[in-house]
């Protein structure tokens, strides 16, 4: 199907464990959940941007499988951020989350995904 799959990944939570944290343990724990989360969407062959807000978005274009793959990585980083958000708990006391939204489109509706892809990393085209 020709078209666009794009799936946004919301690590949540973020900002409430910046006051708890020191700052360098932050962005450790930053780093560790935004490695966690992009490593499936890039071994499902995503083209995949990080936004300043810790939200990522893993896109697939014109390929049929784009919404098999956006499923199983989406699986995939929910394992993986749940496993972390148990371990910060445990060790730190914190604790956050994350949300996945998975959209596509074909040809006619590529523009609207990708409006929607934009408004979920923070930009805006209008």
């Keep these: 199907m020709p078209g666009i799959v794009v ?13 708890m944290l020191d ?12 490695e966690r989360a992009r490593t499936p969407l890039l071994e499902e062959g ?6 300043p807000g810790h939200t990522l978005l893993g896109t697939w274009e014109d390929r049929s499988d784009g919404a098999v793959s956006a499923v199983a990585a989406s699986l995939s ?8 958000a148990r371990e910060a708990e445990r060790r730190l006391g ?6 996945i939204g ?3 489109a074909r040809d006619a509706d590529v523009e609207n995904v990708t409006i929607v892809a934009l408004a979920l990393k923070g930009h805006s085209r209008l």
């Design 7 to 19: 799936a946004a990944v919301e690590l949540g939570g973020l900002a409430a464990v910046a006051e």
């Design 23 to 34: 700052p360098e343990v932050f962005k450790a724990t930053v780093r560790d959940l935004v």
């Design 46 to 51: 995503a083209r995949v941007e990080v936004s």
């Design 77 to 84: 980083i929910l394992q993986a951020i749940q496993e972390a």
């Design 94 to 99: 914190i604790r956050f989350w994350t949300r």
């Design 102 to 104: 998975v959209h596509a």
